[in-house]
């Protein structure tokens, strides 16, 4: 299963549209544009397709993390 497969996967489990796939990426941080979504979530034939890295769903899952739960609670200070 590749990478492509799993954010397709995700996305329909989800029922996420490209914004709300950019709105989670943006939690971390990471920049993406509308184009490069939709690239990742064509057919592998396609001539516009393009794979999609592991930074991407990397970024993706860490962001769907804090989408879900929350930010990580900052840590109090030890004495």
Do not use: W
């Not at 995700?10 to 490069?36: G, S």
């Not at 064509?42 to 993390?65: E, S, T, V």
């Amino acid at each position: 299963m590749s990478n492509n497969d799993i954010m397709k996967k995700l996305r329909v489990a989800m029922k996420f549209t490209d914004d709300d796939i950019i709105k989670v990426l943006d939690l971390v941080n990471f920049r993406i544009t509308k184009t490069e979504i939709t690239a990742i979530f064509r057919a592998d034939d396609h001539p516009n397709f393009k794979a999609c890295g592991d930074q991407i769903l990397r970024n993706f899952l860490n962001g769907l993390i804090i989408y879900k739960r929350g930010p990580r609670p900052k840590a109090e200070p030890k004495i």
